[in-house]
């Protein structure tokens, strides 16, 4: 289905929001490109839902601005923005059926009886609820009435979408399903759409972009490959994620972790820590022969299937954690197990 408007870009300059003596957001900048992707990212309180909220106008900030396609809207109202929103309780008319539901922004317009109906036809089909039209929302799973809400936000082509953890009532393979579901609606409407969610794994699947909030400040805003594998700081690096962070100290031009020489690129001799994620460190029973390698005692060993992970500890007594895949695990591993732990000198950065 074409959008009746192109996709808008966004523009936040240095919002802040209080609430009293709280500042639940603190002059946060950023830009939404015309078309993206972009997920809101962070824990219970960090902001996101409230950055959320601002954009759409529910709530008005009390400093800053907020700019689309070129043009000041910080004073506009929420229905004069022309944004569509998906809410985490989906906001649904349990008297309307499907149809009547998907058709109510259009029947606000005062849109003709005949596009309404094409249109309704048209978004019940993007979303396949095919043979639902009819049913009420009492009568739907949480998945189909997720796809109730999404039609509904999406029918009259509004040049954004905003969804607030819109997933969160979903169990998890359907929230799998649904994941695939948006990606394959933004492709297709080609609308800007800004998400909500505290799931760190569906902000990297999802966007094209991943904001990270905490404590009502922005802390990175980047590809998801860049804030996973070049988080800015520790705060991101430990909140993506397991993470393993090691104290090291310059030693001779060289980095040097319990005495242990190590090689990292594009790490420097004043760096006081590196990390290296769990699935990039390698598992030996013995000290490999060169490379980054480290002495660590096997602690616990947790089965997940298809993976395992472990704690470890190093002599010096720096905590570890470690994912490998179970078939590829030598055989014997029990707690106690002394071990050694390697990784390409690529695959640590500073912090």
């Known amino acids: ?41 962070g824990p219970s309180g960090s902001g996101k839902t409230t950055f959320l909220m601002v954009l759409s106008g529910f ?25 569509g929103m998906v809410f985490q309780g989906y906001a649904l008319f349990p008297h309307m059926t499907v149809a ?11 849109r003709a009886a005949a596009d309404v109906a094409r249109r309704v036809e048209e978004m019940v089909a993007m979303v396949g609820l095919e043979g639902h039209a009819h049913k009420r929302p009492s009568a739907l799973s949480g998945g189909q009435q997720q796809r109730v809400a999404l039609a509904r936000a999406l029918v009259y082509g509004p040049p954004v979408l905003l969804l607030d953890e819109p997933f969160s009532a979903l169990d998890k393979n359907l929230r799998g399903q649904m994941q695939e579901e948006m990606k394959r609606l933004h492709r297709e409407t080609g609308t800007t759409f800004v998400f909500v969610t505290h799931d760190q794994s569906e902000a990297l699947a999802l966007s094209t972009r991943v904001a990270i909030f905490d404590k009502g400040r922005l802390q990175q805003i980047a590809a998801p490959e860049e804030v996973y594998e070049r988080p800015a700081n520790r705060f991101v690096a430990e909140f993506l994620g397991d993470i393993n962070i090691l104290p090291v100290s310059g030693d001779g031009g060289r980095l040097s972790f319990e005495g242990q020489p190590l090689a990292c690129d594009g790490v420097g001799t004043t760096a006081s820590h590196i990390a290296v994620r769990p699935e990039y460190m390698g598992l030996h029973l013995k000290q490999p022969a060169a490379g980054n390698a480290i002495a660590a005692r096997l602690t616990d060993l947790t089965y997940q299937g298809a993976e395992t992970r472990m704690g470890l500890t190093t002599p010096g007594g720096t905590l570890l954690i470690l994912r490998q895949p179970t078939g590829a695990l030598p055989q014997g591993l029990v707690p106690g197990t002394p071990v050694w732990l390697s990784w390409p000198e690529t695959r640590a950065f500073a912090l």
């Open 59 to 83: 709530e008005a900030a009390s400093s800053g601005s907020l700019w689309v396609d070129g043009q000041d809207v910080t004073r506009l109202p929420a229905e004069a923005r022309g944004f």
């Open 100 to 110: 009547d539901n998907i058709a109510f922004p259009l029947r606000v317009q005062k």
């Open 1 to 41: 289905m074409a959008s009746d408007r192109k996709a808008s870009e966004i523009e936040a300059k240095s919002i802040t929001k209080t609430f009293g003596a709280f500042t639940a957001l603190d002059r946060v900048s950023l830009t939404v490109g015309r078309g993206e992707f972009l997920t809101l990212l």
